[in-house]
């Protein structure tokens, strides 16, 4: 450990790539995930390549499945539809569940908030609800619904409902005393109080609910739709196992796992485009 | 000097003045599982219109809650807090506080903290009007170029300048502050504090602050009002500072009885009052 030895080869890098350091470095985190990715591959690849595995390798996989990766437009009618538009139905039904219990969750978490009596009233019945298990909402909902579409959104809709009514309550709640005692000492109005004070504190805390509100939507979704039946990703899936397509349920469960990070991730956004620019983390 | 030296001379004149703020027999109990908790015990206090009073002690003498029983945050058990003959209820304008971790909505720009309390107090004004109001008293503080920034692009001492400003702007009959330059370095507090007296001259104003800091006390104030321990904390001291007016801090920094006064502030602090942990 010489100093020529250690700044030599430091130099000549610096040198010769220059310009080209910045794209480097972003290369240069890819690596490790890359590297995961493969070696998780590669240990697939060898527990499945024996010849009595119940799993294909992952090149069976891909081979089985090039139909479905190259085109995932194509609609033979029914069920029979590529995974992009399994994915967009199961999406429509996740927008409209999650945007209903966006608006009823942010609007009785405010409500639960702002009041003690509410608070103490209906925050042991949240408690206990959110940890129902989203797939036990789903015969009830088929009693009250009589039909799959409107059962599998409630089912999204109470899924997603309680992080965010949870995590509204909670910014509310969350307030620094400060913020309400200048709010009584310039005896602002109600409605000043709610959009110079109450919304902006507990914008932060909405957007921790929503996130966690669309991953749960998104876990429901799937499990819904497998019991649900028709076009839906959810179903996708356990058609295929039904059909025995194991390679098609890998492939689907990849796709699942993409669009619920880009669900996240969207979130994420939005809350980065909506959130007072002191209140972020 | 001789002025400085005999407080006798510089009495106020307030003996002629009907008091403007009275802590009448003022007590606060918290009920606790574990029997009643005394905070402050029977204070009676006057204060005349214009006055400049410090109130000092160490943390837990209940100086916060007293502060909030004239904010009218938070009603005392026993007696009561009256402001030119009317007891104090609940918060209002007419006593602004300015509080130690400034409470500034951080969301909105200096210019918009001060509008928010403009408009909500004199909702019958002209956009005009409220507009000036802001400007000017931005102007104060000598913080009209920053009106539009938000408090996390300003200093310390800019935001506590921007409190006094909201404050003020609202023509309040009692300014409060509560350690309002404690979080402050040395020499923006001493900036401050010159400011604070100016601004006290200009408007007239009855200050009620509290403090840690003893010649903060003494530098501003017409009288410092020495809390004993809690709990059940009452006045222990009320010292007057006979200091000419205007101040200056070098001068009064050569006075010897700037020396009597500080010695005595520690002695009634230090060793009559010490605290447990002290």
């Given amino acids: ?281 | 000097m001789q002025v400085l030296n005999s407080p006798t001379q510089t009495s106020p004149s307030y003996a002629t003045q009907e008091p403007f703020l009275i802590f009448d027999n003022l007590s606060k109990v918290y009920p606790t599982p574990t029997g009643d908790f005394v905070v402050l015990d029977g204070i009676d206090l006057a204060i005349n219109e214009g006055e400049f009073v410090c109130v000092i002690g160490h943390s837990g003498c209940g100086k916060s809650t007293l502060l909030d029983m004239v904010a009218g945050f938070r009603q005392p058990t026993n007696g009561e807090v009256r402001l030119q003959t009317q007891a104090i209820q609940a918060p209002g304008p007419d006593r602004m506080v300015v509080f130690q971790n400034y409470s500034l909505l951080p969301w909105l720009t200096a210019y918009e903290n001060i509008y928010l309390g403009v408009k909500s107090v004199f909702p019958g004004k002209s956009e005009a009007i409220k507009k000036r109001i802001v400007m000017e008293h931005l102007e104060m503080v000598g913080l009209a170029d920053v009106a539009n920034k938000k408090p996390s692009a300003l200093s310390g001492g800019m935001k506590q300048r921007v409190c006094i400003a909201r404050a003020l702007a609202l023509r309040p009959k009692v300014l409060i502050l509560d350690e309002p330059f404690g979080a402050l370095d040395p020499i923006t507090r001493e900036e401050l504090q010159e400011e604070l007296l100016t601004i006290w001259r200009d408007h007239q104003i009855t200050v009620l602050m509290i403090t840690h800091d003893i010649d903060e006390a003494l530098f501003l104030s017409d009288r410092v009002v020495m809390m004993t321990n809690g709990p059940a904390a009452k006045i222990g001291e009320i010292m007057l500072v006979p200091f000419a007016r205007p101040r200056e801090r070098a001068r009064m920094m050569e006075d010897p009885k700037f020396y009597e006064l500080r010695n005595e502030a520690l002695d009634f602090l230090y060793h009559r009052h010490a605290h447990a942990d002290d």
């Fill in chain 1, 1 to 281: 450990m010489t100093a020529p030895l250690d700044i030599r080869p430091a130099r000549s890098r610096f040198n010769l790539q220059k310009f080209a350091n910045s794209s480097l470095d972003a290369l240069k985190g890819l690596v490790p995930p890359a590297v995961a990715i493969l070696i998780f591959l590669v240990i697939w690849q060898v527990l499945t390549m024996g010849p009595d595995a119940n799993l294909p390798t992952p090149v069976r996989t891909v081979q089985e499945t090039w139909e479905l990766i190259i085109n995932p437009f194509f609609n033979y009618g029914g069920t029979d539809k590529g995974l992009f538009w399994q994915v967009w139905t199961s999406l429509q039904r996740v927008a409209l569940g999650f945007t209903l219990a966006a608006v009823v969750g942010i609007a009785l978490g405010i409500l639960v908030g702002t009041s003690s009596l509410m608070y103490s009233a209906l925050d042991p019945l949240f408690q206990i609800l959110r940890t129902v298990p989203p797939l036990a909402w789903l015969p009830i909902s088929l009693a009250a619904f009589q039909q799959a579409n409107p059962s599998a959104i409630f089912v999204i809709f109470i899924t997603a409902i309680w992080p965010i009514i949870i995590n509204t309550t909670e910014g509310v709640r969350q307030i620094p005393q400060d913020y309400n005692n200048v709010a009584r000492v310039l005896q602002l109005s109600k409605s000043e109080y709610f959009f110079k004070i109450l919304f902006p504190a507990t914008v932060p805390y909405i957007f921790t609910g929503l996130r966690i509100g669309i991953g749960l939507s998104w876990l429901a979704i799937v499990a819904a739709e497998m019991l649900i039946g028709g076009v839906g990703i959810g179903f996708f899936i356990w058609d295929a196992w039904n059909s025995s397509r194991i390679s098609d349920i890998i492939i689907a469960i990849l796709y699942v796992g993409i669009v619920g990070l880009l669900l996240d991730r969207l979130i994420v956004f939005i809350g980065g485009l909506v959130l007072p620019e002191e209140q972020k983390q």
